[in-house]
């Protein structure tokens, strides 16, 4: 009966992943990390979430990235830029028993956040821009301060062309060599410090072969129009990767700081 069990379980595996070339997986992994609010909170070390790209197949592709690489931190809403000790008393303000979905993938039409959401508002219907976002984004910023910033690909919306991606926008795309993999990790300081429980997961299932832009300005119609800017087939013997992938859901619980 045993022996049954895992057969029927290999088999209705090898037909979910059949015929699919791509996986994006998700993982938390912990590392060490010098940074003077967690001198403070007295954490030995820094969760990270873990993305990893596997090319299931035996020829070279590239995709576009599902989210926006910024210095391994977590694109959120734009921060209200307020004091350390006002931080504190937002952080104290979110219950730790709310379980939050974040979506990574970001705002619809764009490639540039993360959206934190509580679990009981459906991400694919409209919604408000939950405040946690907004308490998120300072807290990285005052961890971490990052400066500069990264072309994304919505900077660049008419010159999408092999040379580009290649080079200015190459942060944006993933390359891969036949059964092969790519590493990224995001630190998940920000949501350690909140506490609470969260399940990071992917905003879909699917590489598009397009980009999204808009809105703009017609001067022919006159009106705002939104476009689609396609990618190319192949770039340097890297094919366009169309189509569906394997992806997975993480859940994670943080125990708020007794100091907060």
Known sequence: MKKYIIFLLVTLWGFE???????????????KEETEIYHRL?????????????????????????YKNKYYIPQLSPAINISGDDIIDLIRVISPDTKHNVFIGGI?????????????????SEHEYDVINEILADVYNYVYQPKGNLTDINDLSNVITEQNIVNVLKDNFVFLPPNSKYVESYSLAGFKILGGCYTFLLTGSEIKDFVHFGPTRD????????????????????????GEFYTNKVDVTFKKSPDL
């Not at 070339?21 to 993982?27: M, R, W």
């Not at 619809?108 to 694919?124: A, G, I, M, Q």
């Not at 022919?220 to 770039?235: G, M, S």
Request: charged share 20%; proline share 9%; glycine share 2%.
């Open 42 to 66: 007295n954490s030995p070390s820094t969760p990270f979430l873990k993305i990893v790209f596997n090319n299931l197949s035996n020829d070279s592709i590239y995709i576009p990235k599902i």
């Open 108 to 124: 619809p039409f764009y490639t540039v956040r993360w959206e934190v959401l509580p679990d009981s508002v459906d991400y694919y």
């Open 17 to 31: 992943t059949h015929g699919q070339q791509l996986s994006i997986e998700l993982s938390v992994e912990w590392k």
């Open 219 to 242: 001067p022919q119609l006159q009106d705002w129009v939104y476009y689609d800017v396609i990618f190319p087939d192949k770039i340097n013997n890297y094919r366009l990767y169309r």
